[in-house]
């Protein structure tokens, strides 16, 4: 057992030493802290609850926020998401970028491309004037509904329209009786920015004017996305750095205003 005594203390460190190494690398590499949180912490907290994510989500703010108060709602998943459980939602700082952006964009048609818990979808509405309408898509019909549940704990307003855009967006004009969209936040996977906005742009639905703002274009990033809104004489296009939701990692958001 001496004998073993080197050894073990050996592989102790070296186990110590890749630890700390993985650790390091989730907390400052937007690859690494996706792969660790979606793909392992995320299916281990699922096993051990027997619950998912977005019901722990919403079962914290039923708990600790003020019903119809969404600023305690955003609150809430912000503290739950820092402290507690990681989540891809836009996050407070990011977040602070999209309040700025609907400000001043004042929109009174508005399509959301990703809604899952309705994070996003809270922050957006509670800036909009009234009769302003706001359209989320959604393909995971849980996570619909989990949105469902916090917009509604935030007295808000919003329809989750529940099915792929690729699907959705082309039944827009005619379903929602909707001309144009003034704002459109693009949030979903992030293969698909530049195949819903070309769709957009066929089906008609943006006018000169129409603001695009896209997350998520550093980490993981969308880079056909960026190249097509930067080279095209269509889109006056600016990039906002920040960082990656709950996490010192570097990522940005893209706002484009559609010309013609
Ligand atoms: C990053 S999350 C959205 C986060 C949300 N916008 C927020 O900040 O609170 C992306 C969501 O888009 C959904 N999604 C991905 N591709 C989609 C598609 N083609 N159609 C509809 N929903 C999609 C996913 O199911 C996921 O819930």
């Not at 998912?52 to 503290?79: C, F, M, T």
């Amino acid at each position: 057992m001496e004998k073993m005594l080197p050894v073990l203390l050996v592989l102790g460190a070296v186990l110590v030493a890749v630890l700390l190494f993985i650790l390091h690398r989730v907390r400052t590499d937007g690859a690494w802290a996706l792969w660790w949180h979606d793909n392992h912490l995320e299916k281990l907290k699922d096993f051990l609850s027997g619950t998912s994510r977005p019901v722990r989500i919403l079962h914290h703010v039923q708990k600790v926020a003020q019903y119809g108060d969404a600023q305690s709602v955003l609150s809430a998943v912000d503290s739950y998401c820092s402290k507690i459980e990681w989540a891809m939602n836009v996050g407070d700082l990011k977040g602070q970028i999209l309040d700025a952006v609907v400000l001043e964009t004042r929109p009174h048609y508005v399509l959301e491309l990703g809604t899952y818990c309705g994070y996003s979808t809270v922050r957006i509405a509670r800036l909009l004037p009234p009769g302003a309408r706001l359209f989320s898509i959604e393909m995971n019909p849980q996570y619909a509904q989990v949105a469902r549940e916090i917009i509604q704990h935030a007295g808000l307003d919003v329809d989750i329209l529940v099915g792929c855009t690729s699907d959705l967006i082309p039944q827009l004009k005619k379903k929602l009786d909707i001309e144009k969209f003034d704002f459109v936040f693009i949030d979903h996977w992030k293969v698909s920015y530049l195949r819903d906005t070309k769709l957009l742009e066929e089906c008609d639905l943006l006018r000169p004017g129409s603001v695009l703002l896209a997350d998520n274009v550093t980490c993981p990033g969308a880079p056909d996305y960026l190249h097509y809104m930067r080279t095209s004489p269509r889109y006056e296009s600016q990039y906002f750095p920040s960082r990656l939701e709950y996490l010192q990692v570097e990522d940005g958001m893209e706002k484009s205003v559609f010309l013609a």
